[in-house]
Each structure stands twice: as structure tokens, then as C-alpha cells.
């Protein structure tokens, strides 16, 4: 497995990269992200990388951050998704906007990405939920409407962790009031 390589950047076009390592020449697929914040040619580079071994060819792809390798790998083991399309998301999404849009369950906005259809986007965000970190992405009360956040926001002025506060939300019913839920997220948690 070819974990990273540093070398001279000697060709661009995009998604491809040529970068010579003591002599041998790595062609690496980047996504464009990536290719945007690369050195000027004939310049130091060094890409983390994900080898990808199909029965007709040994493809590289190549990534300036650990998060942009760990969410396209993430997301090639969705099944539906190759590296291709893995690459054409972290071309059009950062890695905190597609967190965030996993979060949010915003579909819209996979489906900007040119190559994502409305079911992909949909088994995307099924698929990441929970495995990208998305949670992290927001503080935990961003993530919710408006109602669930003055309750959870009530009850950490209460004294509660936002653990705490955000267990309590998720027995709530959906829809309830801002009153009603702290009255009933307090009878949960007294309990």
C-alpha cells in the first residue's frame, strides 16, 4: 500500500497529478480541492494517498489532509460510489460541508455536486450518517430546529451537560412545544 509520497510536482491537469519520487513518476487523481492549494511545478509536494487495486489498473489518488483521505474513503464504501464519484464530491463539497450536509440531512446539497443524482444523494446521506464525524461538524444545538434548541439551551442553563441536554431531546415526541418539552425532558432527566 502507497500510504504517501513527497516528491517534485512535475505535470497538472486536472484531477491528475505527475509527482517524481527519486526518479519513478506517480500518476495521482486529486480531487480538486486538493489541486487548487498544490505548489507551483517543479516544486516539493507530499500527498497522502489511497491506492485503489481494481482487476484492470492500480489507481492512485492523493490528498493534502488526513480528513479529505478518511472521508473519501469513507465514501467509496458506500456501495454505489467509486472513487470517481468520491472524487467529484470533494471537488464540489469541503469536508466540513459535507459533514455539515450529513448533519442536516440536506440532500439539496449533495445534488449540486455535478454526478449526484437525488437517490445517491439520499444513500449518501443515509450511509454517512454517524461514520463522518458529521455530528462534530456543528455545535449540537445548531443541528436542531428552532424549538429542540431553546429546550436544549434551556436545560444546559439548568445546570445540564449538553450530553445530558441532548439524551433528554431525543425522548421527546417530534413537535412539541418549547414549554412542554422542558417540562418533559426535566421529569426524564429526574428520573
Known sequence: MIGRLHGQL???????LLVDVHGVGYEVSVPM???FNLPALGEAVTLLTHLVVRE???LLYGF?????????IELIKISGVGPRTA???LSGLSVAELAQAVTRQDAARLVKVPGIGKKT???LLLELKGRLGADLAL????ALGDDQADIAQALQALGYSDREAQAALKALPAGIGVADGIKQALKALNR
Open 10 to 16: 512535475v505535470e497538472k491537469a486536472p484531477p491528475q
Open 33 to 35: 480541492s486538493t489541486f
Open 56 to 58: 484492470d489498473a492500480h
Open 64 to 72: 493534502l489532509s488526513a480528513a479529505e483521505r478518511s472521508t473519501f
Open 87 to 89: 472524487l467529484a464530491i
Open 121 to 123: 444523494a439520499e444513500r
Open 139 to 142: 455545535p449540537a444545538h445548531e
